[in-house]
């Protein structure tokens, strides 16, 4: 077996990342499939059920009733394929001629590595085909997942060949082959084929990541899951959950069991989330934000409350001079290391209130006081918190975590810096003394773009927040639009990472979890088209729409 890279999602299941190479005849009949997950149980059919006369479909699934008739060879009376309409779009592809390939009954996902039994039984369940496992035969009409040898391109590439009745979907890593299985998917929606000829795709954002504000808005465990499908069909690699803030605390605590909030999601919820995410190949991070937008843990802890010298509460903040507060978030960020097996964790770090005044150091003595006994008599209240971000970067980092904060935790002019590795989640430009995004490339620091213009969809629309539309995402957002509508050079692209589509639920009641699911249909695949691809694209908005329509 070829040797080829693990993601942690991956190898907490016993999976080896791999690529696909799939073998599937020519057949007459509808693309019709399941809407199942893959259940390793077997939601689709093994080999020796569609043998036997008590063997059943995928439960769910519909195929043809008739077994398909042995592919024509391609001739010249073919005419040349034309490229597959997909979201997000191919990256290349060669036509040929031939009659391309539709599922039908009878026919068999195979893999040449028992690793990609998760992508096999998936794209089985969803096509109503026959999960046969490893094999060395080649049977027209089958489909074959192959890992290859090629250690040098990028793992989430893919090749997928539709050749004389055969497909063929090959990559490093089982990440580029299940890419491979969501294009073959969507190119035989609805009774389409498959079109002769071989695609070549990877994509150019290694980070392809949806945000979930379920603190201020609580969403049921049913909803996430409907997105992480759908996360992963449009080739998203990310979803990042915030589940702490002033308005609540979402997810069941054994540490802290006091701050959790009526409504939230238990763990054995959550590691369904998890682990369906992971057989999607998308990596879910958790963001306990601090040190503000601790509200809901404040309630419960008033003793760790940030208060002027005057006595007036700071709304959401902890006291970071007092390290009960400190030990407070480390016992939460340690707890859910493990619920998490991701390598990434964001640690928030924005609108710290004792920093949004015009005099911190007077406004909150205590916290100067504490600034210049860590880091000398020149400290200021943003070293001091500059020092709690790099503390609880530390507390990650020891779990095995790669640090994320937002742009507003990040402070000029301080004797304290940030550590190197924290990753820049830039957002605004609206924060007191904002920084523009050079500032931090320039600095060589690694940015993922979460643009509050074009990539925020803040329930209520308040503070000039508008429901952003997917033309203008289409149209004129691209990964290097940082801040505003301006591109930053391209001398930085390396280190734009790629970027993030959020919710927000500053007004939870503004829309229902419906009206949210449709509200962010079309701009989750024009983000996710930007992410692939962030050249002009080839088709207008207008066709782009409407192939959005037909593919669901």
Do not use: C
């Not at 803040?458 to 149209?475: A, K, M, S």
Request: no cysteine.
């Amino acid at each position: 077996m070829s040797q080829h890279r693990k993601r942690p999602e991956k190898q907490a299941r016993g999976l080896i990342a791999g690529a696909v190479a799939v073998t599937v005849a020519a057949g007459v009949g509808l693309g019709l499939w399941a809407g199942g997950d893959g259940d390793p149980a077997g939601s689709a059919r093994t080999e020796s059920q569609a043998q036997s006369p008590a063997g059943g479909r995928a439960e769910g699934s519909r195929a043809p009733s008739r077994a398909p008739s042995p592919a024509p060879s391609p001739t010249r009376s073919y005419p040349l394929s034309t490229t597959p309409r997909t979201i997000p779009a191919v990256r290349a592809h060669t036509p040929a001629r031939g009659p391309g390939w539709r599922p039908a009954a009878g026919l068999r996902v195979v893999v040449n590595d028992a690793d990609l039994a998760d992508e096999g039984r998936l794209l089985a369940g969803e096509l109503g085909l026959t999960y046969a496992g490893q094999k060395d035969d080649v049977r027209a009409g089958d489909v074959r997942l192959t890992l290859n040898d090629d250690e040098g391109a990028d793992p989430e590439s893919y090749r997928m060949t539709v050749r004389g009745g055969r497909v063929a979907i090959s990559g490093p890593d089982d990440a580029g082959v299940f890419y491979g299985t969501r294009t073959l998917k969507q190119e035989v929606r609805r009774g389409g084929t498959a079109p002769e000829g071989v695609v070549r795709d990877e994509p150019a954002k290694p980070v392809r990541g949806f945000f979930l504000d379920m603190a201020r808005k609580p969403f049921t465990a049913g909803w996430i899951e409907d997105r992480v499908r759908e996360l992963g069909d449009l080739k998203y690699n990310q979803l990042q959950l915030h589940f702490s803030d002033d308005q609540g605390f979402r997810i069941e605590s054994d540490s802290h069991p006091e701050i959790v909030s009526r409504q939230h999601l238990t763990k054995a919820q959550v590691r369904k989330i998890v682990a369906l995410a992971a057989q999607r190949h998308i990596r879910v991070v958790p963001e306990i934000d601090s040190p503000g937008h601790l509200g809901a843990v404040l309630a419960a802890h008033p003793e760790l409350q940030l208060r002027s010298g005057a006595g007036v509460v700071a709304r959401g903040a902890v006291d970071i001079s007092k390290p009960a507060a400190a030990k407070m978030v480390d016992d939460l960020l340690k707890e859910y290391a493990g619920l998490f097996p991701g390598a990434d964790w964001h640690l928030g770090g924005d609108e710290y209130r004792a920093l949004m005044v015009s005099d911190p150091g007077a406004t909150y003595p205590q916290l100067a006081a504490a600034a210049r006994k860590a880091y000398g008599s020149g400290a200021t209240v943003a070293d001091l918190t500059t020092g709690w971000l790099n503390d609880r970067a530390d507390t990650v980092r020891a779990l095995g975590k790669n640090p994320l904060a937002w742009n507003d935790g990040f402070f000029r002019g301080t004797s304290v810096r940030a550590a190197d590795d924290i990753r820049v989640a830039y957002w605004t430009g609206k924060e007191i003394g904002a920084r523009p995004p050079l500032e931090y490339l320039s600095a060589g620091r690694e940015v993922v773009n979460y643009n509050d213009k074009f990539l925020y969809y803040v329930l209520g629309q308040p503070n000039q927040f508008y429901y952003p539309t997917g033309q203008r995402i289409y149209e004129e957002w691209t990964p290097r639009v940082l801040r505003g509508t301006t591109a930053v050079s391209s001398k930085y692209d390396d280190q734009i990472l790629g970027g993030s589509f959020a919710v927000w639920g500053d007004f939870p009641n503004a829309q229902t979890q419906d009206q949210i699911a449709a509200g962010i249909r079309m701009p989750l695949r024009a983000t996710a088209q930007k992410l692939w691809d962030p050249r002009k694209p080839a088709l207008t908005w207008s066709r782009f729409k409407a192939l959005g329509d037909r593919l669901g």
